[in-house]
C-alpha cells in the first residue's frame, strides 16, 4: 500500500509526471492498491481510495486523448479509445465522452487526408493523392451514417467528389481517359449536390469518348490483320465500359456519341450488336 502511496505522489506532483506518463502511473498505483490490500483490514478506506484514483485516472485518459486529436495524432488517439472503451471499470459517461472522441478521430483524420490530396494534386503527385482519397473513403465507410453531424458529412461527400474529380480532370487532360473514367466514377458515388453531379457527368462523357477513340485504332489494326476475333473481342470491352457508364447514371443523351462510335466500329469489323 505505501508503494501505490509513493507512486501516487509521484503522479500528481513530480514534473515529468505528465500526459502519458501520469496516465500509466495512475494504472500502476490501482494494480498496487488491489496487490497491496492486506486480508481482515477495513475495505472502506480502501475502497475510496481506489474510487478517487480512478476519477483521476479517467481525467487523465481523457486529457490524454484530446491532446492527441489536438496534435493529429489520430491513430494513436485511437488505440488509446478502444483501450479505454474496453477496460472493465470504464465509467458509462467516459465511455460516451470517448465514442464521441473516436468519431472525432475518424473526421479530423478525414479531413486532413483530403487536405493532403488537394496539395498532392497541386503538386502533381497523383498516386499520393489517390492513396489519401482511399484512405479517407475507407475511414467514412467505417462510420455509421448518422455517426457524423449532417453539415460535416456533407462536406466530407464534396471535398471527396472534389478531389475524385480533379483526378480525372488531370488524368483527362494527360491523354489517359481510362484512369479518368475510373476516378469521375468514384467522384459521382459522392454527394456534392446536382450541380456538380452535372459537372462531374460531362467530364465522364468526354473521358468515354476518349477511351471510344483511342480503342478504336487499336480495333482497326486488329481488323487490318485479318485479327476479327480480337477486334471483336476488343468492342466487348467497350461495351461493358458503357454498360458500367449507364449504372453511373448517364443517359442516352450523353451516351450517344460513344455508342454511335463503338457500333460503327463493330459494323467495320463485320459484326452486329444490338
Same mark, same amino acid.
Given at each position: +500500500? ?10 500528481r ?6 500526459g502519458? $506518463?501520469?496516465?500509466?502511473?495512475? %494504472?500502476?498505483v490501482l494494480t498496487?492498491?488491489?496487490?497491496g ?5 477495513d475495505?472502506?478506506?480502501l475502497?475510496a481510495r481506489v ?5 483521476? /485516472? ?11 486529436i489536438? *496534435? *493529429? $495524432?489520430? &491513430?494513436?488517439? %485511437?488505440?488509446?479509445l478502444?483501450?479505454?472503451l474496453?477496460h472493465?471499470?470504464v465509467?458509462a @459517461? ?8 473516436f468519431?472525432? =478521430? ?12 488537394m496539395?498532392s494534386? *497541386?503538386e502533381?503527385?497523383? =498516386?499520393d ?9 475507407? #475511414?467514412l465507410?467505417? /462510420? ?11 462536406? !466530407?461527400?464534396? %471535398? /471527396? ?5 480533379? #483526378?480525372? +480532370?488531370?488524368?483527362? @487532360?494527360?491523354?489517359?481517359?481510362? =484512369?479518368?473514367?475510373?476516378? #469521375? @466514377?468514384? @467522384?459521382?458515388?459522392?454527394d ?6 452535372v459537372?462531374?457527368?460531362a467530364?465522364? &462523357?468526354?473521358?468515354l $469518348?476518349g477511351? !471510344? ?7 482497326r489494326?486488329h481488323?487490318d490483320?485479318?485479327d &476479327?476475333?480480337?477486334? #471483336?473481342?476488343?468492342?466487348?470491352? /467497350?461495351?461493358?465500359?458503357? %454498360?458500367?457508364?449507364t449504372?453511373?447514371g448517364?443517359?442516352?443523351q450523353? +451516351?450517344? =456519341?460513344?455508342?454511335?462510335? !463503338? *457500333?460503327?466500329? !463493330?459494323e &467495320?469489323?463485320?459484326g452486329?450488336?444490338?
Amino acid at each position: +500500500m505505501a508503494a501505490a502511496e509513493r507512486l501516487l505522489d509521484h503522479a500528481r506532483n513530480h514534473p515529468a509526471a505528465a500526459g502519458e $506518463e501520469r496516465l500509466q502511473a495512475l %494504472r500502476r498505483v490501482l494494480t498496487g492498491l488491489a496487490q497491496g490490500a492486506e486480508p481482515g483490514t477495513d475495505e472502506g478506506p480502501l475502497v475510496a481510495r481506489v474510487a478517487a484514483v480512478e476519477g483521476e /485516472l479517467w481525467s487523465a485518459w481523457e486529457a490524454v486523448v484530446v491532446r492527441l486529436i489536438k *496534435q *493529429q $495524432e489520430y &491513430t494513436a488517439a %485511437r488505440h488509446l479509445l478502444r483501450e479505454g472503451l474496453e477496460h472493465a471499470r470504464v465509467p458509462a @459517461a467516459r465511455a460516451a465522452a470517448f465514442h464521441g472522441h473516436f468519431v472525432e =478521430t475518424f473526421s479530423g483524420e478525414i479531413g486532413q487526408l483530403t487536405a493532403r490530396a488537394m496539395r498532392s494534386l *497541386q503538386e502533381g503527385r497523383e =498516386t499520393d493523392a489517390l492513396k489519401a482519397l482511399q484512405r479517407a473513403e475507407k #475511414l467514412l465507410g467505417a /462510420l455509421r451514417d448518422d455517426a457524423l453531424p449532417a453539415a460535416r458529412r456533407q462536406e !466530407v461527400e464534396r %471535398r /471527396l467528389w472534389s478531389g475524385y474529380t480533379r #483526378l480525372g +480532370m488531370r488524368r483527362l @487532360a494527360a491523354g489517359d481517359p481510362g =484512369t479518368a473514367i475510373e476516378a #469521375l @466514377a468514384q @467522384a459521382l458515388r459522392h454527394d456534392a449536390g446536382a450541380e456538380r453531379r452535372v459537372e462531374t457527368r460531362a467530364l465522364l &462523357t468526354r473521358a468515354l $469518348e476518349g477511351l !471510344v477513340d483511342a480503342a478504336a485504332l487499336v480495333i482497326r489494326e486488329h481488323a487490318d490483320r485479318g485479327d &476479327t476475333g480480337a477486334a #471483336l473481342e476488343a468492342c466487348d470491352g /467497350l461495351w461493358e465500359r458503357l %454498360r458500367g457508364a449507364t449504372d453511373l447514371g448517364l443517359g442516352p443523351q450523353e +451516351m450517344a =456519341t460513344s455508342v454511335a462510335r !463503338v *457500333q460503327a466500329l !463493330v459494323e &467495320t469489323v463485320g459484326g452486329r450488336r444490338s
